[in-house]
């Protein structure tokens, strides 16, 4: 029999459902877990809406801890989903409630792809809907209570 080492594939029952992960019965008696993460390329909000007891796995051995605790791996046997591209437009229709002010450019769409991506998105959508606000306001918009002082 080979030894069950990182990087190896192997088939497994399923004995055990937590909180956190499932236990799987390996080959030559030995047990592994796999933890709530490593169990689907979606969100996994419970276990047990993924695996049941008994349940035959195909399982991919992702680290043997110095404890010999076997970590297991559902989802990297499995080649992860496509992802459908957006449509061009940017998704949603502006809802602002009236006209763009005049000069406004809309960016071009573009998938963040890490974080200072998407914070820098996220600023630049900030600063163009703060300038809308404040040209509503210029323009004699809402006047109730605010004014400068």
Known sequence: ?????????LDGKVTGITKFG??????EGKSGLVHISEIAYSYVNQVSDHLKE????????IGIDQSNRINLSIKQVTPPPQ???RPA???RPHQGGGPRPMGY????????????DRLKQF?????S?????????????????????
């Open 105 to 116: 450019v809309r960016p071009a769409p573009k998938e963040p792809t890490d974080f200072e």
């Open 129 to 149: 809907k703060l300038s809308e606000l404040r040209y509503i306001e210029k323009k004699g918009g809402n006047r109730r209570g605010g004014g400068r002082r």
């Open 123 to 127: 600023m630049q959508s900030s600063d």
């Open 54 to 61: 008994g349940q035959e796995v195909k399982v991919k051995v």
């Open 1 to 9: 029999m080979s030894e069950i080492s990182v990087g190896s594939i």
């Open 89 to 91: 437009g940017g998704g």
């Open 83 to 85: 992802r459908t591209p």
């Open 22 to 27: 499932a236990f799987v019965a390996l080959p």
